[in-house]
């Protein structure tokens, strides 16, 4: 099935830096999720990316998917506490929707 | 507008005993997903139902784990006769369609003495 890698697990920014974080796949995906998970809470959707080269913004996070649909990157403009959390990215498969998840990256931002 | 309700949030059983977890959807959603999620780990697929259908179990254990989601009433993850490893969170997520974004409960944490 497909499966998808996000290295490192953990990053540590100081307050202000950006931060850029990759989802890799070896074989093409249809499409790409990312969700956000708070210490102790639930992941919620942030963005969804079907085409190749999309790029999508939401206030300072840019994603985008790459052109041969292998990769996906998510970056944080001059990160805030806020921010703090860890990202998964997700993929699912045509009609059959169940996800699969990254191990994720667990996100530290030093005030 | 209620997102999708997790019970309870967290559970604590002894080895051996029965967990049941409940899940009920957000309004006007009819698929549903449980997820399992250890330490440090992303969250893994167990099971995604609609109303009193079993789509896909391939991400379920053969033994001890069931589920379903009735015409009436919230979707239950089952675990019988638990085991040490059991203990996780559980995830819960709903979506109108079978290609609409997954909303996420809050999750059951449980753990097994």
């Known amino acids: 099935g497909q499966q998808v890698m996000q290295i490192p697990q953990y990053q540590h920014v100081q307050e202000g830096e950006d931060f850029t974080t990759y989802c890799n796949s070896s074989?093409?995906?249809?499409?790409i999720q990312w969700y956000k998970q708070r210490p102790g809470g639930h992941p919620v959707f942030l963005i969804q990316?079907?085409?190749?080269?999309e790029v999508k913004k939401q206030k300072r996070l840019t994603f985008q998917f790459g052109e041969a649909k292998k990769n996906s990157s998510l970056h944080i403009t001059a990160t805030q506490t806020t921010d703090v959390g860890t990202y998964f990215c997700a993929v699912s498969r045509g009609a059959n929707s169940k996800l699969t998840f990254g191990k994720g990256i667990t996100l530290s931002v030093r005030p | 507008n209620a997102g999708v309700m997790q019970n309870p949030r967290h559970l604590v059983r002894r080895r051996g005993q029965e967990a049941r977890l409940r899940c009920s959807p957000m309004k006007g959603h009819s698929h549903v997903y449980w997820y399992r999620q250890l330490p440090e780990e992303g969250l893994k697929f167990m099971v995604y139902?609609?109303?009193?259908?079993?789509?896909?179990e391939s991400g379920m254990p053969k033994e001890r784990f069931s589920a379903e989601f009735p015409k009436e009433g919230p979707s239950i993850l089952r675990i019988q006769q638990v085991v040490r490893g059991d203990s996780a969170a559980y995830f819960c997520?709903?979506?109108?369609?079978?290609?609409?974004?997954?909303?996420f409960g809050d999750g059951t944490r449980l753990s097994i003495l």
């Open positions: 074989t093409t995906l249809s499409n």
């Open positions: 997520a709903s979506s109108r369609t079978d290609n609409q974004p997954q909303h």
């Open positions: 990316l079907v085409k190749s080269g």
């Open positions: 139902l609609q109303k009193e259908n079993i789509i896909d």
